[in-house]
């Protein structure tokens, strides 16, 4: 998160209201765009629960073109 200067209230945000969801087996990844920040990229958030806890694994700006 430091490399990419993403915020834990971006992380925050992108968990409660996500833009688009996948499950990738035992994780599950979030997507939320953010105007204005991360180079116009929508930011990533790969997560897992682990009982009552949610375990973030990564978070960065996904750059792909066409990511919905």
Known sequence: MKLYGITVADVTATLEYPDTTENQGDATAL?????GRYS???LKVVYERQGDALVVITAYPLKKKAWR
Request: proline share 25%; glycine share 12%.
């Open 31 to 35: 997507i939320k765009a953010f105007p």
């Open 40 to 42: 116009g990229y929508p």
